[in-house]
């Protein structure tokens, strides 16, 4: 019904950025709430962020000022912007599609932090 391939980890210094991507394919992008998710070694999955169609957005504690997600709903993309990275940003990365009938996930993309 639904697939989401993330992409744009890798290893970055800290205080460095890095943009994830993920590609939504599928029916009722636009209706959909959008968000990404991380889970580091040893912890359970966290929100980092979401956006609503409407374009409402929240954030973890966190991540506040430092990063921001945004949606294309042309191309059907949403976006991770990270900057000001920090090694306990080290994770697997989610993309995650939400609405009353579905919730789908994506299959992660690494991002490590380097001190």
């Known amino acids: 019904q639904v697939q989401l391939v993330e992409s744009g980890g890798g290893l970055v210094q800290a205080r460095g950025s890095l943009r994830l991507s993920c590609a939504f394919s599928?029916?009722?992008?636009?209706?959909?709430?959008m968000g990404w998710y991380r889970q580091a070694p040893g912890k359970q999955r966290e929100l980092v962020a979401t956006i609503a169609s409407g374009g409402n957005t929240n954030y973890a504690d966190s991540v506040k000022g430092r990063f921001t997600i945004s949606r294309d709903n042309a191309k059907k993309l949403v976006f991770l912007q990270m900057n000001s990275l920090k090694p306990e940003d080290t994770a697997v990365y989610y993309c995650?599609?939400?609405?009353?009938?579905?919730?789908?996930w994506g299959q992660g993309t690494q991002v490590t932090v380097s001190s």
């Open positions: 995650n599609a939400r609405n009353p009938v579905y919730d789908f």
């Open positions: 599928g029916s009722l992008f636009s209706l959909t709430v």
